[in-house]
């Protein structure tokens, strides 16, 4: 397949970052495409781990190439720090690492603002943002007071700039906040273009020149469908699309161009940040998933969040993204349960429902409708290597969740190593 889009099928940390990586051995390129520094992808290879925020996570392969396209919101200062990082480890990135001057880029301000916006909002509406300004980026872009890399590079630069910070002054000391010193911007963004600017082209000719050259490309996406900001659980959700449109859009790579959709599906369901989740657990077997899980964020290190599967979510990423495929990751985490609960519907005010309703306080109000299937208390997923190789039970799950979602797993994850991922040849 020439061109694959991977798109996370819950609430983010779907394990993407290692399904991602085991994937970048058959390709040429690696694309992220929307989103920014929010986005926290692991890979551990061999007894090393890494955490991706900026930089796709193919950038671990060698002679891969990797490219941060115009629908990603830049933070130039934390991605030199991540370059950096990633070069000292031992990956070079010089002609591997390309970043669209068309992409937005995320100021000091920035950051500020969405600090001062979560502080401002009421009791209740409060987003639990990773602060890292994502938010306030894409708002200035949508009304079109952004500055893109391309912007950095011009002599008109530090007067676009000033006028910017003067602006975004006003609102902070409007609401009390300190203000920002332009001329610091203006210094910690160059120091930063010095390591950025080589590296800064127009991606788009290049992406599709790869393609005429018959190369492959893997859209990387962060976050997962419920936070994608039209699909999403609004308002508590990011700023941009993480559905697999998205790829096209933040890429300038059109629709027509994609081959086939890749959805990364946890076997239980985690979320980070507020807003409604109808499967969470508030009880000993959600403590249990985080703890097996490791679930804190790879950003924050905020606990995540746990809960169910949740096939309505499931269901929603299928239709918005057009799944052809699961990535089921995690299988591993659902060992020792004896038994476990899949969510094939809710009840919403006495009402039995199959689809994710839009109103936020219905979703509130949704209770989950759950089967119950046995788990696989005296085995173990880990070590597996083939399909035929795991417990019956977790043969039936995984069944079932494909039958929840008329969408087969084609791939299986039982640990975070590269080695730890099961290839299934013909899926059902
Ligand atoms: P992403 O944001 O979707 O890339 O996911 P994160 O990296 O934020 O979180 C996923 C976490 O689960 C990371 O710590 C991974 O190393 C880990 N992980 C990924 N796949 C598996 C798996 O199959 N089993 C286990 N136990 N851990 C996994
Ligand atoms: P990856 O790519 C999980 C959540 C935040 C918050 C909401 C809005 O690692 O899956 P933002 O900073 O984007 O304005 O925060 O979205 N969030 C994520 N949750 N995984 C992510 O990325 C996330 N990126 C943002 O916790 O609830
Ligand atoms: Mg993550």
């Known amino acids: 397949m020439a061109t694959t889009v991977l798109i996370g099928a819950q609430w ?42 900026l930089v796709p996570s193919g950038i671990l392969h060698e002679g891969k190439r990797c490219v941060i396209g115009n629908g990603v919101v830049i933070d130039p200062v934390a991605l030199v720090e991540e370059i950096q990082g990633i070069v000292e480890r031992g990956f070079p990135v010089r002609g591997r690492l390309f970043i669209s001057d068309r992409a937005h880029v995320v100021f000091p301000y920035h950051r500020m603002l969405d600090a001062q916006g979560e502080a401002r909002r ?62 610091e911007v203006l210094a910690s963004t160059k120091k930063a273009l010095e390591t950025l600017c080589p590296l800064v082209c127009d ?23 419920m936070l994608d900001i039209d699909f ?34 946890k076997a239980y369901t985690t979320r980070v940040g507020e807003g409604p989740f109808p499967t969470e657990l508030f009880d000993a077997q959600g403590e249990e998933l985080r703890r097996a899980g490791r679930e ?34 995690k299988l591993d985490v659902l060992d ?23 109103n936020i306080r219905e979703v509130e109000r949704c209770v989950p409708i759950y089967e119950d299937w046995p788990g696989w208390p005296a085995d173990s997923t880990r070590g597996a290597t083939r399909f035929e190789d795991l417990p019956a039970a977790a043969r039936r799950y995984i069944a079932r969740i494909e039958e929840l979602t008329a969408t087969p797993v084609g791939i299986l994850s039982v640990g975070p190593r590269r080695s730890e991922t099961i290839f299934r040849e013909a899926a059902p």
């Not at 530090?158 to 003067?166: K, M, N, W």
């Not at 941009?240 to 449109?245: D, E, I, K, R």
């Open 12 to 53: 983010g940390d779907e394990g993407k970052g290692k399904i991602i990586d085991v994937l970048t051995e058959g390709v040429d390129w690696v694309v992220r495409a929307q989103g920014g520094n929010n986005a926290g992808h692991t890979v551990e290879v061999g007894e090393e781990r890494f955490v991706l925020h």
């Open 122 to 183: 009421a009791k209740g509406e409060q987003i639990g943002t990773t602060q890292r300004g994502i938010g306030p980026t894409y708002s200035d872009k949508a009304a079109r007071f952004g500055l893109r890399m391309a912007d950095l590079r011009d002599p008109a630069f530090p007067e676009l700039l000033r006028a910017r910070v003067a602006e975004k002054n006003r609102v902070l000391e409007a609401v009390g906040a300190p203000v920002v010193d332009a001329e």
């Open 336 to 358: 020792g349960f004896d038994t476990l609960r899949l969510c094939v519907a809710y009840e919403l005010d006495g009402r039995r429902i199959d689809y994710f309703p839009a």
């Open 203 to 225: 991606t788009i000719p290049m992406l599709h020149q790869a393609l005429a050259n018959g190369e492959s490309i893997l859209f990387e996406g962060a976050q997962g469908i």
């Open 232 to 265: 999403g659980t609004y308002p508590f959700v990011t700023s941009s699309n993480a559905c697999s449109g998205g790829a096209a859009t933040g890429s300038g790579v059109p629709p027509n161009r994609m081959d086939r959709v890749v959805g990364v599906l």
């Open 296 to 329: 804190f964020g790879a950003t924050t290190g905020r606990p995540r969040r746990c809960g169910w599967f949740d096939a309505v979510v499931a269901r929603h990423a299928v239709m918005t993204c057009g799944v052809d495929e699961w990535a089921l990751t």
